[in-house]
Nanobody, 111 residues
Framework: QWQVMESGGGVVQAGGFLRLSCTAS????????VNWYRQAPGKQRELVAT???????YYTDSTKGRFTISRDNAKNTVYLQMNGLKPEDTAVYYC?????WGQGTQVTVSS
């Protein structure tokens, strides 16, 4: 069982940037994959990016080239650097570790 907590959301203008953090408490963090999802109002939750235990990353087409996922295993933390933000990136961003979810952090991008 992992306890997952996100931080770093906020309000930013289009073209701006934010860095989200996801910290997961538990043993063996270096051996698990971590996912970032987001959910915009009235829409389904969607995958944003994944980082595997090897450090290999995966991005969806909507975020590729703008978002970067990384991990610091010593801190049990995964980061999501978001650059070139667009209004359509506005959503609650969730961190997912196996079957465990954080409470989410709101990202709002104004035009």
């Amino acid at each position: 069982q992992w306890q997952v907590m996100e931080s770093g959301g906020g309000v930013v203008q289009a073209g701006g940037f934010l860095r989200l953090s996801c910290t997961a408490s538990g043993e063996g963090f270096r051996n698990i994959a971590v996912n970032w999802y987001r959910q915009a109002p009235g829409k389904q939750r969607e995958l944003v990016a994944t980082i595997f235990k090897s450090g290999t990353t995966y991005y969806t087409d909507s975020t590729k080239g703008r978002f970067t996922i990384s991990r610091d295993n010593a801190k049990n933390t995964v980061y999501l650097q978001m650059n070139g933000l667009k209004p359509e990136d506005t959503a609650v961003y969730y961190c997912n570790v196996q079957t465990n979810w954080g409470q989410g952090t709101q990202v709002t991008v104004s035009s």
